[in-house]
């Protein structure tokens, strides 16, 4: 079984390279061939399938006046920035200056304080009053993201060194593809209309081999035809 991406990539070349009848025939293919047509499939897929993306959680440390940070090349958007703080242009400090949004810390601390307070209704009016003090003082961050350059601009100028988090969407590993039950077989048979369409435009730059019997015809058109017929139906699979 594949193991690692080397392996995976393997594979699908000789997939692609015992369906076009090697070990039978000559392919006059050869290794970059299978390495571009392959490339070629993944990126295909990327743009076309929502299954290519996932959602993560990056951390970014952000420095004092600084607003432009170039992002890792497989991040696709950046759909929304997190502070720690409520009202505090420094990021830190403690008891009730703490916003964290994933699990309302400080919400928790300030109910349990006070054996007093009311229920869920209690609890939920409080969590919109951090929210609304968040948008009224800084707690949420304006940016601009480009997705062409991978850059981030913080509209906000840092004042401290703080630590954002990011909710993400980025393009989901080459290795998890191929060995994605919904994207290997699709791959594989791309790379493989991709190979014949190569090899279709190798054979159709001669019309004939000779030979003793007067020569070979080749069939370079009709491998080119097959080839973009079925890149057009797999592409319309994942449309």
Known sequence: MADNLTDLRKDVYDYVYATLGGGMI????DP????????????????????????????LPLEIDQNEYILDSNIVEVRQVFRRS????????DGGTVFEPFNLAYTNTYLLASSNMGGLATYNMFAGYQELVG????????FYWNNTTKKLTILQRPRADEEILMMCYNYRPDFELLRDYQAN???????????????????????TIAGPQGGSALNGDALKAEAQAEMEKLE????
């Open 26 to 29: 000559d392919v006059e293919l």
């Open 32 to 59: 970059i061939h299978y390495q571009t047509a392959l490339d070629t499939a993944l990126s295909r897929y990327r743009q076309r399938s929502d299954n290519s993306v996932e959602e993560s959680y990056v951390f």
């Open 86 to 93: 409520i009202g505090s242009r420094t990021g830190g400090g």
């Open 135 to 142: 948008r009224m003082f800084g707690s949420f961050i304006e």
């Open 185 to 207: 077989q699709w791959l594989k048979d791309y790379t493989l209309a991709k190979c014949k369409y190569m090899l279709g435009e190798a054979r159709s730059k001669f019309a």
């Open 236 to 239: 319309a699979e994942v449309a």
